[in-house]
């Protein structure tokens, strides 16, 4: 059976603290483990939110296409992943969502998606065309 570090690796003393503690119990494989690759970023990739478009790039290569889910709800933009896997030996299911508040003046009539091979999600709208103009106005004399 393997043995693992204590949490408290570092400092003899509290190295020899946790050994009584635990009674020299040998701790299970993923004590120390590196979960991290497990862990979803909690941030969003690349933002873009200039005068012509908005867009946003996510890391969704964990997931095939087919278990992503974008809904638009108002200007609400929600990303969901789920993914999940059952073998013999047992069952695994990992799962993220991301809500995004569009701007204003996001075309979201127009909005789009697309993923590349590399698994970046792309989610881009164009800015709605600037409405506002301003009426010359013109004298003009009776006769």
């Known amino acids: 059976m ?3 570090r204590s949490p408290f690796s570092g400092s003899n003393a509290l190295d020899q603290l946790f ?13 120390d483990a590196d979960h991290n690759s497990f862990n979803f970023s909690d ?6 939110n200039d005068d012509s478009k ?7 290569s964990h997931f095939k296409p087919e278990d992503l ?7 609400e933009l929600k990303i969901e992943g789920t ?6 030996h047992g069952y695994s299911k990992r799962s993220f969502s991301k809500m995004i508040l569009l701007p204003e003046d996001a075309d ?26 301003s009426i010359p106005i013109n ?5």
């Not at 050994?19 to 004590?31: C, K």
């Not at 908005?54 to 969704?60: A, G, K, Y």
């Not at 993914?83 to 013999?88: A, C, H, L």
């Not at 004298?139 to 006769?143: Q, R, T």
């Open 2 to 4: 393997l043995l693992l």
């Open 19 to 31: 050994d009584e503690m635990t009674g020299g119990v040998q701790l299970p494989y993923w004590r």
């Open 43 to 48: 941030t969003i990739g690349e933002v873009v």
């Open 54 to 60: 908005f867009s946003v790039q996510l890391d969704v």
């Open 69 to 75: 889910k974008i809904q638009l709800d108002g200007r």
């Open 83 to 88: 993914q999940e896997t059952k073998t013999e």
């Open 108 to 133: 979201l009539t127009a909005l789009k998606s697309a993923i590349s091979n590399e698994g970046k999600l792309q989610i881009e709208a164009p800015k709605k065309a600037n409405t506002s103009r």
């Open 139 to 143: 004298f003009v004399a009776k006769h």
